[in-house]
């Protein structure tokens, strides 16, 4: 086949499935044109607030219906509640999807942070976003109140969101005192306690004195990383839990010896319940048990209001189809990238991306050096996952820092040795590789030993901060393996930097930069458009690209030298392995993805493993960390398949590791927490 005719096809392919994935899913997420989806955004007396707003084609002013808004946790956005946001819109209830601030299209006023540090910018955003939404949806025509007055209105957030429900509610037994109206009717979190909204004031007996007499529940899943804990444990936390025996809960069931899936009265006149799925923290958002049950819950607290709703059964749920649609236009995404670089290249100067094919190496070796071979290349990958938990969760200066800043330093002392080796063999290709180790393995050590994007002003997205610090780490261990290798072994057998992708030219570098720089721009105005015509995006569950506002790219230039760095080295990594006779073909791309993501995915499988195998995770002291790794599988592999699938029509790394670098980093910092953003 005609090699333009293929691209060609590709492309045509890859639109069809974004149009297609994205339509249907359009479809499901408003009930089939049940609903109105539409986003908006409100001025606040802290900010800006965004949500994607779910209106019932029977709701107006002289419909007003019962309202409940949903809210995301800590560096998520709206979209992560699209399961409670359909399936509760889909019944009759106006739902508002919310933006909690510097999260999604939200932002905090600057003048509104408490301090510039983690905590005095970490709190503002939670203890105000739902209060706020709340403020802004009660003075709504479409949403409904009772004679009195008071908002027939529903609060559910999933753990940071949930503080911010607590917070709402609390805020609105307090205002109650001064307007005799309570706007919130009823409330339910998932995936947290007061262990945070204490910090606040609101502590569980606080909260349960200003209950108010109102229908409130918690999703308390059994295996939540960070929630739900026996007093006695407050560090090591990803293990079992049962929350409803905590004295905690006791106090706000107010009960002696609760069970789960049960109301209780409460002294008030309200009503509360427990609930407790066997699941994990970021399972909440993306589970029919978990969405059955707010179903279940607002049906009950407004049953009162039933007239105004529809009874569809709990269980009878579509918000699956919405996401695997979505999954559907993904796909089409990620192919998209291929056939739009290619187009790309046939264009003046960018052709210079192009350079001469990389022949398949036929790489003969015993079956010794083959086993010798697979044990490297698997310790190489393995090792970046092995440091995570050090990295990540130790930091600098932890026995496991310190141990990899000996491996840097060891790596260097082999790079002088290799080094000294080629230049009395007057082999220069060895020697410059081994000159590459000595750098890379005294940068691995300063790195390791060193504290690094600390400062919340600088770096003003701390999760995307402690990935980085991982980020940089793996990428110096990678080009130390590499090097180390090339200068001992493969500099001997003629292996050449031309071999690993590497071509030094300054024309093929820029051209390969302004390829990647075009080809993510059109992939986002792709999104966009999808957007717009159905407030979809690309997503399944935590992996997602989604739209952003231009005040996040400042950001996105701190730490896209970072991430660059390291797809610059796995792109060279992935060329040097899979450009083989022995790796054509599909074998070819698994092996890349096992380079790329195949470390963090066993990991995660030991970690979470062993947590369901024994009540306590391998590290149970990595909470937020482990959750992060669920959405990083997925992102390395897909950069893996990208890598692999242009190295081969480029002739070299650069436009597929310039691409991985910008697409991957616009992604993280769009679907995250990112202060100061205005």
Known sequence: MNTNKKTLRVLCLALILIFLGSAVAGLINSSFTGVKVSRISFETANGELSGLLYLPKDASQSNPKPTIIVTHGYLNSAEMQDANAIELSRRGFVVLALDQYDHGHSALNKENYMSEDFLGMWMPFWVNSMNDAVQYMYEQPYVLKDAQGNGIIGVTGHSMGGFSSSMALAMDEAQYETSGVRKIYAGLTEGSDFSYTSYAGIDVATADALGGGRIMGKVAAQYDEFFFNDPSETVNTVRHKDYVSTE???????????????????????????????????????????????????????????????????????????????????????????????????????????????????????????????????????????????????????????????????????????????????????????????????????????????????????????????TINAALISILAMALIYGFTKAKDGVKLSDYGIVCSVKTIVAGLCTAVAAVVIGYVVLALMDVLFKADFRIWTFAFKTFDANIMPTVLKFLPTFLLFYVAST???????????????????????????????????????????????????????????AMVPTLAVAAILSRALYKRMGNIWTPAFLNGILMTVMTIANTTVFLKV
């Not at 790309?344 to 398949?360: H, Q």
């Not at 180790?437 to 030993?449: D, N, P, Q, V």
């Not at 083989?580 to 096992?594: D, H, I, Q, S």
């Open 248 to 470: 905690e809960a006791q106090i706000w069931l107010e009960q002696d010896a609760p069970q789960v899936d049960t109301w209780y009265d409460t002294k008030d006149g309200g009503k509360r319940i427990i609930y407790e799925p066997a699941q994990t923290h970021p399972w909440n958002h993306f589970s029919k048990t978990t969405t059955s049950y707010a179903v279940s819950f607002y049906m009950t607290a407004f049953e009162d209001y039933g007239d105004l709703l529809k009874d569809i059964d709990p269980n009878a749920q579509v918000w699956q189809w919405k996401e695997f649609f979505e999954l559907v236009a993904l796909v089409g995404f990620i192919m998209l990238f291929v056939p739009v670089v290619t187009l790309l290249t046939k264009l003046p100067f960018l052709k210079e991306a192009v350079t001469e094919a990389l022949p398949v190496r036929n790489v003969k070796t015993s079956t010794a050096g083959k086993v010798v071979s697979g044990i490297v290349l698997v310790v190489v990958a393995l090792l970046p996952a092995i440091f995570y938990t050090p990295l990540v969760d130790g930091g600098a200066g932890s026995l496991g820092t310190n141990i990899l800043m000996g491996i840097g330093i060891a790596g260097a002392v082999c790079g002088v040795i290799s080094c000294a080796l080629s230049q009395k063999a007057k082999n220069k290709s060895g020697r410059n590789g081994s000159i590459v180790a000595i750098i890379s393995g005294i940068c691995l050590a300063f790195t390791a030993h060193t504290a690094m994007y600390e400062n919340i002003v600088v770096w003003p997205a701390p999760a995307v901060s402690d990935i980085a610090y991982w």
């Open 572 to 630: 060279a990594s992935i060329t040097i392995n899979t450009n083989t006779e022995g790796t054509k073909g599909v074998k070819g791309y698994f092996l890349a993805m096992f380079l790329n993501a195949g470390g963090v995915f066993i990991w995660l499988i030991r970690q979470y493993g062993t947590l369901f195998a024994t009540g306590v995770a391998a590290h149970p002291e990595s909470a937020l960390s482990g959750i992060v790794l669920v």
